[in-house]
């Protein structure tokens, strides 16, 4: 049983910082892709970033430049670098791990940016 746990999301005010962290616990194979999805209120889930066991990474336009995402290896943990955050950035973000074709999603850390 795979189970993703994220931590470190809170209230920020715009222009401000935070890192979330997402830990993985269960059985998981080494070769994997995790990643960050968004949702704000009233829309529909989107893609932040997305880092491969190897090290690739992805990233939303939105966030480009702002953003950062790593991990230590390729199980544990992944890590959302978020600075000059902006109102825009408001949601529920949520980790989610690919692995043998299978998704797996944390249960969400909120975000409120505040302008």
């Known amino acids: 049983q795979v189970q993703l746990v994220e931590s470190g999301g809170g209230l920020v005010q715009a222009g401000g910082s935070l890192r979330l962290s997402c830990a993985a616990s269960?059985?998981?194979?080494?070769?994997?892709?995790m990643g960050w999805y968004r949702q704000a209120p009233g829309k529909q889930r989107e893609l932040v970033a997305t880092?491969?066991?190897?090290?690739?990474?992805t990233y939303a336009d939105s966030v480009k430049g702002r953003f950062t995402i790593s991990r230590d290896n390729a199980k544990n943990p992944v890590y959302l670098q978020m600075n000059s955050l902006k109102p825009e950035d408001t949601g529920v973000y949520y980790c989610?791990?690919?692995?043998?074709?299978?998704?797996?999603w944390g249960q969400g850390t909120q975000v409120p940016v505040s302008a």
């Open positions: 269960g059985s998981i194979f080494s070769i994997n892709t």
């Open positions: 989610n791990l690919v692995v043998l074709g299978t998704q797996y």
């Open positions: 880092i491969t066991s190897g090290g690739r990474t």
